[in-house]
């Protein structure tokens, strides 16, 4: 198993070790519960809340092995993956390491942007925008400190509005506390999408919830525009005009984090391995590919299945049931996805919901809905007790208690 996502650790988890030797790899010895990376990126969570110790959460299984290395090449003329630690040869290959930050081909453009894909990066995020207020404290330059204190948000998706509200929470509910010596009204926070509309995937409906309750926090969203370039702390839009600012975050997409060895299965242009409706990579014969790295093209998703935390744990249930039919000699079963709604939060009693048979939330409602299903998804009791406990925290004091400027020093 490539990957301790959330694949990788359903996966794990599920399949029977008496019947299979399982070996983890991941560059990582944690599980990131990605969802809530934005909230440790706006100081509202401490990263040990949403991350979990693979080896703690697979102490108690047998025949289980986890080995923290980079994968570098799959063979699979020879069933071998080569690793950092060495080569490992396989009887069946799951590669479940997910997706990375899409650039769309023009990674040099954006080199002072902020992704937020892991632990690491939201820590630079919240890093970076803590000293942007300390800056602007001591800066005598107007421009300059108005870039300091420009915010901008790349994708309209969920994270994208969701940093976007946890940034205007920041300036509207908790700063201004710390830095009685800004004027927070110069704090902006700007939302750009390059299509017509916000959160793809969702209803309509959400997306003009979601409209409203953005602008009403103070948000400035910019639809139907791009960002071209990002250099030296200036952004170039689409439409030719230029804005100062010292934080971009990128949440415009992802594409296929495709292992060397493996191009040739990959497709274009989403960059993910193309594998059949038993996630078998179409080419291979031992080679299976789950979650947000897996393209399965069908009638009702002809572009692939949405890269969604559901998709890729539903995906690893049925591997791990075909594998043991496999051993049986038994026909095995085709995926089907079972659609159980979307989400997303934009702020204090602000979310929308989409739920099967055109059901929709909005409000406080559906930000307890929200806040209810990912407390459920997070791994360990501990856990969910610390960031229940942050929320509730955060709720009657609108109080970020974990403000800290932390760097690695050699």
Request: glycine share 8%.
């Amino acid at each position: 198993m490539v990957g301790g996502g959330f694949a990788g650790l359903r996966f794990c988890q599920k399949v029977d070790t008496s019947q299979f030797q399982v070996v983890l790899l991941d560059r990582h010895n944690y599980h990131t519960f990605q969802p809530l990376l934005y909230q440790v990126a706006t100081a509202g969570l401490e990263p040990s809340s949403i991350t979990g110790p693979l080896r703690k959460l697979f102490k108690k299984r047998k025949n289980f092995y986890f080995r923290l290395a980079e994968v570098e090449k799959v063979a699979s003329e020879e069933s071998c993956v080569y690793t950092s630690l060495g080569q490992l040869d396989y009887d069946h290959l799951v590669v479940a390491n997910g997706a990375k930050t899409n650039y769309f081909g023009n990674e040099q453009n954006y080199e002072g942007a902020y992704p937020l894909k892991q632990v690491s990066q939201a820590l630079s995020l919240r890093n970076s925008t803590l000293r942007c207020f300390e800056d602007a404290l001591i800066v005598s330059d107007p421009e300059e400190k108005q870039a300091l204190l420009n915010f901008v948000v790349v994708g309209g998706g969920p994270t994208g509005v969701e940093v976007s509200g946890a940034f205007s929470e920041l300036k509207n509910n908790v700063l201004p506390n710390d830095y009685p010596e800004l004027d927070f009204s110069k704090m902006k926070v700007y939302l750009v999408e390059g299509s017509p509309r916000l959160l793809n995937g969702m209803s309509d409906k959400s997306h003009t919830d979601a409209m409203k309750a953005l602008k009403e926090m103070g948000v400035e969203v910019l639809l139907s525009t791009r960002v071209d370039s990002y250099r030296d702390g200036e952004i170039q839009f689409s439409d030719g005009n230029k804005m100062k600012a010292k934080t971009l975050v990128w949440a415009a997409g992802v594409t296929g984090n495709v292992i060397k060895g493996l191009e040739s299965f990959s497709s274009a242009p989403s960059n993910r391995l193309a594998v059949n409706q038993q996630n078998l990579v179409k080419g291979t014969d031992n080679i299976y590919a789950l979650g947000d790295i897996a393209l399965m093209v069908t009638e009702e998703f002809p572009k692939g299945h949405p890269q969604l935390a559901p998709v890729a744990i539903q995906q690893a249930d049925l591997l791990v049931k075909n594998l043991k039919r496999t051993n049986k000699g038994e026909e095995l079963k085709s995926f089907e996805y079972r659609d159980k709604g979307s989400m997303a939060t934009i702020g204090r009693n602000r979310a929308v919901v989409d739920l099967p048979k055109n059901l929709h939330f909005k409000g406080i409602l559906a930000w307890f809905i929200w806040m209810f299903v990912h407390l459920m998804s997070i791994i360990g009791f501990r856990n969910k007790a610390v960031i229940l406990f942050n929320w509730i925290w955060n709720y009657f004091t609108y109080d970020r208690s974990i403000r800290l400027i932390l760097r690695a020093r050699s």
